[in-house]
T-cell receptor, first 111, second 114 residues
């Protein structure tokens, strides 16, 4: 059974601060996906990481993948309120398979 | 911009009633997924279609849930009879599998069973 674990599950941080969300998974997959979900809304794709050492950045968010450690990180730089949302990482067994999601990290950025 | 369409967006029903959800994937996407997301959890797969064929329905409660994608385009997910524990967000996603298995999600249907 493929397991995906995120931590922390809840994160309250002040604007302007930095923090990292961790995603560990149990399979040997070299693909990992990050999604954002706003309350009551659907999932929005943030990053697709397709190889060991992959790093992608968009604005204040940067995602990386270490397939040997089976670990992905989502780093938040100088947080702003608009980043408040739930962030999910997901892994698939292989191309064409469904995604297995973590439980999500609920992020609240406060003034 | 191409999007996955779902309807209805919200559905309130009483237990033991039948409900149906509809999904229209992004044009050209051969693979369609139905996920269920319970409040506070990540989405979990219910059923996966490749064109009109079911690829994986191992997590679909087949005594009450059914899904079809008759022409390999849009899809319907049905629950009969609905139970209180079925209250959740039902998400449809689609993609064209390749090296990048990124999936694109629709707006979802929020089901409340009373």
């Amino acid at each position: 059974e493929l397991k995906v674990e995120q931590n922390p599950l809840f994160l309250s941080m002040q604007e302007g601060k930095n923090y990292t969300i961790y995603c560990n998974y149990s399979t040997t997959s070299d693909r990992l996906y990050w999604y954002r979900q706003d309350p009551g809304k659907s999932l929005e794709s943030l990053f697709v990481l397709l190889s060991n050492g992959a790093v992608k950045q968009e604005g204040r968010l940067m995602a990386s993948l270490d397939t040997k450690a089976r670990l992905s990180t989502l780093h938040i730089t100088a947080a702003v309120h608009d980043l408040s949302a739930t962030y999910f990482c997901a892994v698939d067994m292989d191309s064409g398979y469904a995604l297995n999601f973590g439980k999500g990290t609920s992020l609240l950025v406060t003034p | 911009e191409a999007e996955v369409a779902q309807s209805p967006r919200y559905k309130i029903t009483e237990k033991s009633q039948a409900v149906a959800f509809w999904c229209d994937p992004i044009s050209g996407h051969a693979t369609l997924y139905w996920y269920r997301q319970i409040l506070g959890q990540g989405p979990e797969l219910l059923v996966q279609f490749q064109d009109e064929s079911v690829v994986d329905d191992s997590q679909l409660p087949k005594d009450r849930f059914s899904a079809e994608r008759l022409k390999g385009v849009d899809s319907t997910l049905k629950i009969q009879p609905a139970e209180l524990g079925d209250s959740a967000m039902y998400l449809c996603a689609s993609n064209t599998p390749g090296r990048n298995n990124e999936q694109f999600f629709g707006p979802g249907t929020r089901l409340t069973v009373l």
